[in-house]
């Protein structure tokens, strides 16, 4: 089978706890991707709500420059691609696609010049938030109504000249509408369910999930059993078909949210991706 999966935490968890990315104890590693017939990834650096500043920043550099490192290390087995072409040329190669991400503006640190600094290190997309507040707008856990903040409204006219992809999920839903009034391109939301299957503050209500179908974006289904509303193949299939059912056939991916989220034991990890598919 062939698996693109939009969002995983497994980079900072390998640098938390110093697992090794080609074979580790975690949801995700280079060993267990060897089984598919053609894997790519978006390996996300997450930004905790617990650190802020030119801190967080620091900490985004470290963990973009491992990625850098395992790349460098571990060539004939991933391949950090930057676009479609690069992409396709590691698929060809038998290699891992790996695509990176940042989970939190809060790694801009309140900088635009740290856009420019994720570019230079190959970050595709941007989740803007995370649960709480930071220096773009608010997260889907904090209560908060209002949308993004002036510097979030200018961060995401940033992305777009850089060229990285907005990403919306954990984002409060007035920071959702303020996003699609300034995107310039598609964006995505890279691990949200529906809110019409399970009502949960992290999930997309249909006219969310319209919006990103119409500007030609993505949504990727997760596997977090507090989103799912339980934590079943067939739960998840009902996420599935009612996004099918909004004519998401061209939207609807995966975003497992591995090493994001617990699973249950007898899933392991994105091995399980092979039972799901059957």
């Not at 598919?36 to 500043?53: K, L, S």
């Not at 964006?187 to 992290?202: E, K, T, W």
Request: aromatic share 8%; net charge negative.
């Amino acid at each position: 089978m062939r698996l693109f999966d939009l969002h995983c935490d497994t980079l900072y968890e390998c640098w938390r706890t110093g697992e090794r990315l080609e074979a580790n104890r975690l949801h995700i590693d280079l060993d267990r991707g060897r089984r598919f017939d053609a894997w790519a990834q978006v390996f996300a650096v997450w930004m905790p709500d617990t650190i802020r500043g030119e801190g967080a920043w620091l900490q985004c550099r470290t963990i973009l420059e491992l990625a850098h490192s395992k790349a460098a290390a571990l060539s004939d087995r991933m391949e950090l691609a930057r676009s479609g072409e690069e992409i396709d040329r590691a698929l060809s190669a038998g290699r891992c696609a790996a695509i990176l991400a940042v989970e939190g503006g809060s790694a801009l640190a309140g900088s635009l010049e740290h856009i420019r600094d994720l570019a230079e290190r190959g970050v595709r997309i941007l989740t803007l938030t995370w649960n709480g507040e930071n220096e773009l707008g608010f997260g889907s856990g904090c209560g908060e109504a209002a949308g993004l903040k002036p510097f979030g409204r200018q961060a995401v006219k940033e992305l777009a000249r850089r060229g990285i992809v907005p990403d919306v999920s954990h984002l409060n839903e007035r920071g959702f509408w303020d996003v699609a009034e300034l995107a310039e391109g598609p964006f995505i939301a890279s691990h949200s369910v529906s809110a019409a299957v399970c009502p949960h503050p992290r999930n997309l209500k249909d006219d969310q999930f319209a919006l990103i179908r119409d500007r030609g974006g993505l949504v990727g289904l997760n596997l977090c059993g507090s989103q799912l509303g339980e934590q079943s193949f067939q739960q998840l299939e009902r996420h599935l078909e009612h996004y099918l059912s909004l004519g998401g056939e061209h939207t609807v991916a995966f975003g497992c949210d591995f090493d994001g989220t617990d699973l249950p034991e007898e899933w392991g990890g994105i091995q399980v991706m092979e039972r799901l598919y059957d």
